[in-house]
């Protein structure tokens, strides 16, 4: 590292395959298990926690990239997700740094902007169905009054506001297990 902040430095792309990595695991035992939440993100988070919101764009996007194209092709078009997730974590952590309480504050404030974007893009392109586990949900709810639009958004709030409080919290306990020295080479 030669110590300017902008330039990225072979530390930083380590990081951000890191964060990959855990994304992909993420996603992976999500989809295998089915679950409700989506678990792709926590590396997402984590990289626009320690390197803002331009480098918090990337690991999403990556991540998403590799997944659709090879076993889930879902993730492809929710690129768009990742790249407003990955900004808006970064903004939010260089202006408050979240702390245990306000993780669920913060949690809304980065869900809201991607459960719009998510919710556009599985109503539209995708009619409520995709590779989740709340699709089922989203499928009753579709036959209320909310329509497919609302009943996409009201489910994908919902499991984007879980998701991203366990990202958050992940994402504190990955930080306070960082060495001091580590943490500064990080943030350098």
């Known amino acids: 590292m030669n110590g300017k902040k902008g330039k990225i430095s072979a530390y930083k ?30 590396g997402t988070v984590f990289i626009a926690s320690v390197l803002g919101p331009f480098y918090g764009m990337l690991p999403n996007v990556l991540s998403g990239l590799i997944m659709g194209m090879t076993v889930d092709i879902y993730s492809l078009y929710y690129a768009p997700v990742g790249i407003l997730l990955g900004l808006v974590t970064g903004l939010v952590y260089r202006k408050y740094h979240p702390r245990k309480g306000w ?9 809201v902007p991607s459960t719009i974007v998510s919710s556009c ?3 539209f392109l995708f009619g409520g169905i995709t590779s989740s586990g709340s699709s089922i949900l989203v499928q009753i709810l579709a036959k209320t009054p909310l329509g ?41």
């Open 148 to 188: 497919m639009a609302g009943s996409c958004f009201a489910v994908q709030f919902i499991t984007d506001y879980i998701d991203r409080v366990i990202c958050l919290y992940a994402v504190a306990i990955l930080t306070k297990a960082l060495p001091h020295k580590m943490e500064e080479t990080i943030r350098g």
């Open 103 to 111: 993780i669920f504050l913060a949690a809304i404030v980065i869900t």
């Open 13 to 42: 792309i380590c990081l951000i395959a890191f964060a990959i990595c855990i994304n992909l695991i993420g996603g992976q035992v999500a989809l295998l298990l089915k679950l409700p939440v989506y678990l792709d993100s926590i």
């Open 121 to 123: 893009i599985t109503a």
